[in-house]
């Protein structure tokens, strides 16, 4: 049994660059991690990556999978207790990014969540639907995975390679699982006064074609508590933003002048010392 199967692990791409700031991306609904795959090339430019993958059949609350992503972002900075880190959360792992930056916001750095799915509250008639899942037959769950497809991404700005991959990592999700982290959407929240303390930079990035969740109505609505974010809308991406082929999203933290200089890295590492 592989490590993954077994608790919440990092995927570490081939290339491992100690010396750069650590990148840490919680993922969607999926939990795979692998759909970070074709920005990963791109991020490592100026990142060392890590991709949070859970297993499959993990029922844990939010405060445990906090728990266990907060301890290994410690285990990583065992090995250089001076790195800079940057949190990425998308959709379902944005609202994991935001439980973590709570729990532990002297770790991070910078902070980006895409599409964060605590919009889910936004839209009743999903609350609903998300609670009538346990009616719905165990064979029917691969039918209904491709019928999500149109509204998880804008499939004519995905290649045919990609749409497979996230065919494929929707349907390697149990049903039993995809019901339990449909039900830690629907109980979570977070601290509005917890949220002000964040005050390292914040990047809130939003589909303005997203039409499974209101993320351009969320992301201003959380730039309006969080003391230091700023809003990026991409016009015509949809929810798996990161998946569309004019995508990058290393390049949009170079536009918003979201990456760190080597003089700040440089002063960092001096101030921690």
């Known amino acids: 049994m592989t490590e993954v199967e077994l608790k919440p692990c990092f995927l570490t791409p081939k290339r491992v660059q100690p010396n750069y700031p650590l990148f840490v991306y919680l993922p969607g609904m999926d939990g795979t991690g692998q759909l970070l795959r074709s920005q990963t090339a791109g991020l490592e430019i100026g990142f060392d990556v890590r ?18 992503v907060v301890g290994l972002i410690y285990a990583e900075l065992e090995k ?34 895409i599409n964060p799915a605590s919009a889910f509250h936004l839209r009743p008639w999903l609350d609903l639907a998300s609670q009538l899942t346990s009616l719905v037959p165990e064979s029917l769950y691969d039918v209904g995975a491709l019928g999500l497809l ?56 939003a589909g303005a074609s997203d039409c499974l ?21 991409l016009p015509q991406s949809g929810h798996a933003c990161l998946l569309e082929k004019d995508i990058y999203l290393y390049k949009i933290l170079q ?6 200089s080597k003089a700040d890295m ?3 590492v001096e101030v921690r010392g």
């Open 213 to 233: 969740l209101p993320s351009v109505t969320e992301v201003r609505r959380l730039a309006n508590i969080l003391p230091n974010a700023k809003v990026v809308i």
């Open 150 to 205: 149109p509204f998880l991404a804008s499939l004519q700005r995905i290649s045919r390679s990609d749409r497979h991959e996230l065919l494929k990592t929707m349907r390697y999700v149990p049903s039993e699982t995809v019901r339990w982290r449909l039900s830690l959407l629907r109980q979570f929240r977070v601290d509005e006064e917890q949220l002000r303390r964040l005050t390292q930079p914040l990047l809130l990035i």
């Open 51 to 68: 991709c949070l993958a859970i297993p499959r059949q993990d029922l844990t609350n939010w405060d445990v999978l906090t728990r266990n």
């Open 255 to 260: 536009a918003n002048n979201f990456l760190e």
């Open 266 to 268: 440089a002063k960092e």
């Open 80 to 113: 250089n207790s001076q790195r800079v880190v940057y949190l990425c959360g998308e959709s379902f792992g944005g609202c994991l990014a935001m439980k973590v930056a709570i729990q532990a916001p002297q770790l991070f750095k910078r902070i980006i969540l």
